[in-house]
């Protein structure tokens, strides 16, 4: 069997009616020398069966529930081309999308990775106004750490690129390819098809829009890592990452409070205290919460609750 020009990896869990639409979207490319590897993440739904009965006949790989970081690394592993796509299972694609990528490839080889914008549509696929953030290319870092730009189904990348990176952080809950996309940005241009050619689907049960207070906690922590990892290789400036980390912390600490979850929301604000940068908010809120964390019997009982907790907690503390 000879080896394919690119693979396209989809991880799936569940949302077989968006998945059927995704593979539909890459069957209509105008480049066809493609492999299509879907990764059913411990769907409920028969996502399997659904899927390999798909005309565009994937290889189907199925696994115990382990999150898009984990299913998107197993989609590497098998992968058999040079170069891979990524493409969530309800989000879609344009006709020409691969083959704009896969000139760009060949044609630029200082670039080993390529990104662009995409088109944002709603849960029945209209068009949706006003979503859409600049994207920039080249030596990234920088502008990156300020606002992640980089979408997961824009991104056509050389297989090596991601094995030497070690693929997404599986730790991760959410936030994995925000964290790759910056690892990836200290040794790698990125290039920049400032044309959208996906599709993003905004809808109620994106995993980024479910259970929000720790999501924006591993985002901080995730954030901070990355930058005490670098803030002394110049690729930052100091000043626009600690007020960046301020932000992003004090959003996180609110969400926190909001949640009842006092101790964390006290944990965050003070982080966001120390890069010097926070609002007034955020030593109000401090207060507030830590007063209320006396007196609070919230008890954690779910794993991602500690994992959440413990992550945060441990790297705010080497900040101080």
Same mark, same amino acid.
């Given at each position: 069997m000879s080896k394919p020009a690119v693979s396209v990896i989809i991880p799936a869990h569940n949302r077989i009616d968006y998945l059927?639409?995704?593979? $539909?979207?890459?069957?209509?490319?105008?480049?066809?020398?493609? #492999?299509?590897?879907?990764?059913? $993440?411990?769907? /409920?739904?028969?996502?399997?069966?659904?899927?390999?009965?798909?005309?565009?006949? @994937?290889?189907?790989?199925?696994?115990?529930r382990q999150g898009p970081a984990a299913a998107r690394n197993r989609g590497i592993f098998e992968a058999r081309a040079?170069?891979?796509?990524?493409?969530?299972? $309800? $989000?879609?694609?344009?006709?020409? /999308?691969?083959?704009?990528?896969? #000139?760009?490839?060949?044609?630029? =080889?200082?670039?080993?990775?390529?990104?662009?914008p995409m088109l944002p549509i709603d849960s029945v696929g209209r068009t949706v106004t006003g979503r859409t953030k600049p994207r920039v290319g080249g030596w990234i870092t920088r502008k990156l750490f300020e606002s992640c730009f980089v979408d997961v189904p824009s991104v056509v990348c050389r297989k090596v690129l991601l094995e030497k990176a070690g693929g997404f952080d599986a730790s991760l809950p959410v936030c994995e390819d925000y964290d790759l996309w910056l690892r990836l940005?200290?040794?790698?241009?990125?290039?920049?098809? &400032?044309? @959208?050619?996906?599709?993003?689907?905004?809808?109620?049960?994106?995993?980024? *829009?479910?259970?929000? =207070?720790?999501?924006?906690?591993?985002k901080a922590s995730m954030l901070h890592r990355f930058y005490q990892q670098h803030r002394d290789d110049g690729l930052l400036d100091d000043e626009e990452a600690r007020t960046r980390l301020a932000r992003v912390c004090f959003?996180?600490?609110?969400?926190?409070?909001?949640?009842? &979850?006092? @101790?964390?929301?006290?944990?965050?604000?003070?982080?966001?205290?120390?890069?010097? *940068?926070?609002?007034?908010?955020?030593?109000?809120? =401090?207060?507030?919460?830590?007063?209320?964390?006396?007196?609070?019997?919230?008890?954690?009982? =779910?794993?991602? #609750?500690?994992?959440?907790?413990?992550?945060?907690?441990?790297?705010?503390?080497?900040a101080e």
């Open positions: 059927s639409q995704a593979l $539909d979207s890459v069957a209509a490319q105008t480049f066809t020398d493609f #492999e299509v590897i879907v990764v059913d $993440d411990g769907s /409920k739904e028969p996502v399997t069966q659904h899927a390999a009965a798909h005309p565009v006949a @994937p290889r189907v790989v199925r696994q115990d040079d170069l891979i796509a990524f493409l969530d299972s $309800d $989000d879609l694609w344009l006709p020409t /999308k691969l083959e704009r990528y896969i #000139e760009a490839l060949r044609s630029q =080889s200082e670039c080993s990775i390529f990104h662009g940005s200290v040794t790698e241009p990125f290039g920049l098809i &400032d044309e @959208p050619l996906a599709k993003r689907r905004l809808h109620d049960h994106r995993l980024s *829009k479910t259970s929000m =207070s720790r999501n924006l906690a591993v959003v996180a600490a609110r969400a926190a409070f909001r949640d009842g &979850d006092y @101790p964390q929301a006290a944990e965050l604000s003070r982080a966001s205290r120390t890069y010097g *940068k926070a609002p007034l908010r955020a030593t109000l809120l =401090s207060a507030a919460a830590g007063m209320l964390a006396r007196f609070s019997n919230r008890t954690e009982d =779910s794993p991602r #609750e500690r994992f959440r907790l413990q992550n945060v907690e441990l790297g705010m503390r080497n």
